[in-house]
């Protein structure tokens, strides 16, 4: 399995599959706009298809729990 088809994605993954900045993905993060990623060993990672699904979905906003 090559690296874009992963199960975790990366900040500039997700940048790319969303055709956005790396820096927009930060900050959408802090806003609480993405779904939930998840910290390993101090590497954050979202779940590839936790992403898609939301995507599907029509990227609706987020409630921040």
Known sequence: MDETHS???????????????????WRMKS?????????LGGMVRWVRSELLKWIDKGCPGLSRK
């Open 31 to 39: 806003a609480g706009l993405l779904p939930r990623c998840v910290v």
């Open 7 to 25: 199960m975790m994605l990366t900040a500039k993954q997700v940048a790319q599959v969303l055709n956005i900045s790396e820096r927009s993905v």
